[in-house]
């Protein structure tokens, strides 16, 4: 027989709706549908059954309900503000002051009735001190469950120290930090997705062209040599040219009497592989250019020194070797020499135009230098697992505050767990979105006054 499939539940209900700790479009819709509980005739049992419901839906929803027991506390700390001045020109007796003592207000003025302290709005208080519930009150994650994970996978830090436990009770004065890349990743707009014709974001395309072609630019640079570099290594191709071109030296035709030998050879491929670096020189058009007129004579001079002694190797001595490969290197040191000279020289002249004011150079208006500064600080990179440039998700600024019990520093993505939560006369420092008579019903639920 076959088992029905069970239907998923919906994290974010929108016919029974569900406030949660996101920063989601759902939860924002939901909060605009809230209206306060209807008590009607429900029993007390149900009204406070629901208020405890929705209420832990929102807090501590990541918690088990006898864990959660287990915190729940039946006081709640308070502040009562005191003003000195009051305190100094007051000893209290007024506040006994009744009609019979003459005491009595000006005609037209209301008394001053004080606010009441919302200690009903302090029920899930404990749950504040959580490391995930205070990582996603400080800003660094888009969702409690999201900061469960950040600390679950190693990216979060109490005083210095890694932390893996998500259930972590905070103490006044413990600083938390959160990864940059994860708060980026969280709070950052997501890449978008490719629609129905096949084209996918502009930005992103336009990264990945980029860094397509920096990687043929740099392929073609590996594979181009500069001219100093072609100077340098040019002894290696030299000599294979030579060994192609006029073959190895020390084959010899088999009608040959005699062999020559071992120093005549050594000498006629010294000769060789001076003639072709000889010929390199004068038969490459950009060097011929680079050269004088003066020192174009020399090298066919040298071409038809060495030609002459190719044809009687035996008369050349060692120190006619020496002089040839001075006068060689002599040539291609003066080559480099005027290469990175005018290397230098158009160097110069690139860095003065552009630091030039004249009017052929290209001026900026402060739009274009704005600009170009936030690119800087916030580049295009499809590397990156949120949209770039960075820029909020939506939704975002509904949820964008932080508690007065935190102490947090965007820059860093570290935050200072100050006190413990309290409530003021007509304030209360725990976060939550329902009214005080909701957080009276869960209170008096969790009292277990039925």
């Known amino acids: 027989m076959r088992v029905p499939r069970r239907k998923p539940i919906r994290f974010h209900g929108l016919k029974r709706p569900k406030v949660r700790q996101d920063m989601k479009k759902e939860t924002l819709y939901n909060l605009s549908r809230m209206k306060p509980q209807h008590t009607g005739p429900r029993t007390f ?60 207000l000006s005609p037209g003025v209301s008394p001053d009735i004080p606010k009441t302290t919302p200690y009903m709005q302090m029920v899930y208080h404990p749950l504040e001190r959580r490391l995930d519930t205070a990582i996603f009150r400080a800003l ?38 959160v990864d940059p890349e994860k708060v980026l990743y969280a709070l950052g707009e997501k890449k978008r997705r490719k629609n129905s014709v096949g084209e996918v974001d502009p930005l992103v395309q336009a990264a990945k062209e980029k860094e397509r072609i920096a990687k043929i630019q740099e392929s073609a640079a590996q594979l181009g040599a500069s001219p100093e570099a072609r100077e340098e290594n040019q002894d290696t191709d030299e000599i294979e040219q030579a060994r192609q071109e006029f073959g190895n030296v020390e084959e010899e035709d088999e009608g040959a009497e005699t062999a020559p ?26 060097t011929k250019e680079k050269l004088s007129a003066k020192q174009k004579q020399s090298v066919r001079a040298l ?22 490969e001075a006068q060689l290197q002599s040539i291609s040191a003066n080559l480099r020499s005027d290469s990175a000279k005018r290397r230098d020289e158009l160097e110069a002249a690139n860095a003065k135009k552009a630091t030039d004011g004249s009017k052929d150079s290209l001026q900026l208006t402060p739009q274009m230098k704005e600009a170009l500064e936030k690119y800087k600080e916030n580049p295009v990179n ?16 509904a949820f964008a505050f932080i508690p007065r019990y935190l102490e947090v520093n965007q820059n860093i993505c570290s935050a200072v767990y100050l006190r413990h939560p309290v409530c003021y006369p007509g304030f209360a420092e725990v976060p939550t979105p329902f009214s005080p008579e909701t957080g009276q019903l869960a209170y008096t639920w969790y009292l277990r006054r039925r």
Do not use: C
Request: hydrophobic content about 35%; proline content about 7%.
């Open 382 to 397: 499809a590397a990156k697992p949120y949209l770039t440039p960075w820029r909020p998700r939506p939704y975002m600024s």
């Open 303 to 324: 071409a038809k020194s060495l030609k002459t002694a190719m044809s009687k190797p035996s008369s050349t001595t060692p120190s006619d070797l020496d002089d040839w």
């Open 45 to 104: 049992f149900q009204q406070k059954w629901t208020a405890k419901s929705i209420s832990r839906a929102y807090h501590g929803f990541k918690v088990r309900e006898k864990q959660w027991q287990r915190l729940f506390s039946r006081t709640a700390n308070a502040v009562v503000p005191m003003n000195a001045k009051y305190l100094a020109d007051h000893d209290g007796s007024e506040m006994a002051a009744g009609r019979g003592s003459g005491k009595q």
């Open 261 to 286: 030998a071992d120093g005549v050879v050594k000498t006629r491929n010294s000769i060789k592989s001076l003639r072709v670096r000889t010929k390199s020189i004068i038969d490459d058009p950009k």
């Open 140 to 177: 660094f994650a888009s969702s409690a469950k999201q900061a469960r994970q950040f600390v679950v996978h190693g990216g979060v830090r109490v005083n210095g120290r890694p932390m893996r436990h998500p259930s972590y009770m905070l103490n006044p004065g413990d600083l938390f930090q």
